[in-house]
């Protein structure tokens, strides 16, 4: 394989990280008088201009609701709303009506709790997932508890990958769901979706994949992982809070009933009973969040020129280059395996992350510390908190060498 080739023979290039970063005015912020190192993006992205901008031009130019008026504020906004779902659409290789919006992707799992597992499991009904997973992947599950529905969870091996062999063990004809995490939050551990699917789909179990960590990353395609549902959120790549997606695939949204009623959600409405709306508005209730759609939509633009193989193999440079820098940190422990996406968790000797996090940002790092709403992940590892720094298509080694500088300072602080 040449250099910059991927497997399937398609040139790779590096991308222009420099013109990138003047997209990002964040980016040029000074944190106590260090020029700011983002490396937060596994909890929310930087906005560039172009998403910024589609935002303001929204509001200042032709800010109106959509789908309800005839007049022309309202027929360019419904225009850009459209537009915005079909980029989406097209972004993951799925069909306009099988992109339902919604405020991120924890709501979207909550749909497919409440349209599908609540309404048509049955007490016995068994769901599988991991240990990995993060709270918003385990959580919605809990309630179906309460209707005799039994959660399963795939453990790790040392290395912080799944036991594949125990989804074959865990599964039976009760199996209805399976639903795994694509990349871990905290371990960057990317999972084998496809040959998860086809384990799920052989028992006739539904198959879900909370693409929280990887649609923002690398290129995803639907059918080719041959998911039902797939859960991400807007603000994970580039676009604003408050917007984010549930992937389903046609037939199954078809099939299920809405999770939230009101206002158009309906076809047509008498008192006692009504219909519902065409896919996907049966499952979005009253005036949609417009403004970061169409944001969102601005997103998917900036990332599809980038195009998404480039991003993925500049994170890749990225990774293998601060795994290799963090390797020389002496007391340091980092979570995971080493091929991973952009996500590293560690801890540095036994000082608490939020005081390396501290440390790190004295020297204008951000990083985030915690338990990273994943608490039996947490937990499964002997461990309460991890220091994890995260990556995106602005981040340069250079940031990587101030992490590697700060984290030395913190040893020293720290007295290691
Ligand atoms: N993880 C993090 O710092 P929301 O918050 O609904 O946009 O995304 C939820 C979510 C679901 N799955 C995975 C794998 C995630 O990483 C997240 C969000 C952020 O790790 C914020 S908690």
Redesign the pocket.
């Known amino acids: 394989m040449k250099k910059g080739e991927t497997m399937d023979g398609i040139q790779q290039q590096e991308l222009n990280v420099d013109g990138i970063r003047k997209d990002f005015p964040i980016l040029e912020r000074f944190v106590r008088e260090k020029k700011l190192v983002y490396l ?1 993006n ?3 992205t930087q906005k560039p201009l172009q998403v910024i901008n589609a935002l303001t031009d929204y509001y200042t130019k032709y800010n109106s609701n959509v789908h309800r008026a005839v007049h022309t504020l309202s027929a360019e906004a419904s225009e850009a709303y459209d537009n915005a779902r079909q980029k989406i659409a097209g972004f993951i290789n799925a069909k306009f009506r099988e992109i339902v919006f919604v ?7 909550n749909i497919v709790l409440h349209s599908l597992v609540l309404d048509r499991f049955k007490p016995g009904d068994e769901i599988i997932s991991t240990v990995m ?5 385990i959580v919605p599950w809990q309630l179906a508890q309460k209707k005799g529905i039994r959660l399963k969870f795939v453990d790790i091996d040392d290395r912080g990958q799944l036991k594949m062999e125990q989804f074959d063990e865990l599964m039976t004809e009760r199996t209805k769901l399976v639903t795994v ?6 371990l960057g551990t990317i999972n084998p979706v496809e040959e998860i699917g086809r384990i799920a789909h052989d028992a006739g179990a539904f198959f879900m994949i ?1 693409a ?2 990887s649609i923002p990353h690398m290129p995803f395609d639907v059918k080719k992982v041959d998911c039902d549902f797939c ?1 991400f ?1 807007g ?2 790549m580039l676009a604003p ?1 408050g917007i ?1 997606c549930l992937y389903g695939k046609e037939a199954l949204l078809e099939d299920m009933e809405p999770f939230l009623r009101g206002s158009d959600m309906i076809k047509e409405v008498k008192l006692l009973e009504s219909t519902w709306n065409d896919l996907p508005y049966k499952f979005e209730t009253g005036t949609p969040n417009i403004a970061d759609s169409i944001a969102f939509g601005a997103a998917v633009d900036y990332l599809n020129a980038l195009g998404m193989k480039n991003v993925w193999g500049h994170e890749q440079n990225l990774v293998n280059y601060v795994m290799k820098r963090l390797s020389e940190i002496k007391d340091l422990v980092i979570y995971g395996p080493q091929k991973r996406g952009g ?1 590293i968790s560690f801890n540095l000797g036994d000082v608490h992350s939020h005081d390396t996090a501290s440390v790190l940002d004295e020297q204008g790092i951000a990083v ?1 510390s915690g338990h ?3 608490m039996p992940l947490m937990k499964r590892l002997g461990i309460t908190a991890a220091t ?1 720094a ?1 990556f995106y298509i602005y981040n340069t080694k250079e940031e990587i060498d101030r992490l590697c500088d700060a984290l030395e300072q913190a040893r020293s602080v720290f007295k290691l």
């Not at 405020?103 to 799992?109: L, T, W």
């Not at 997973?133 to 992947?137: A, I, K, L, T, V």
Request: proline share 0%; net charge neutral; glycine share 8%.
């Open positions: 937060d596994a909890a929310t405020k991120n992707g924890s709501e979207g799992a997973e993060h709270h918003s992947n995490a694509h990349v871990s939050n905290v909370d929280a960590q859960i959120s603000h994970k809070t984010g996500v985030r990273h709403c994943a994890r995260s």
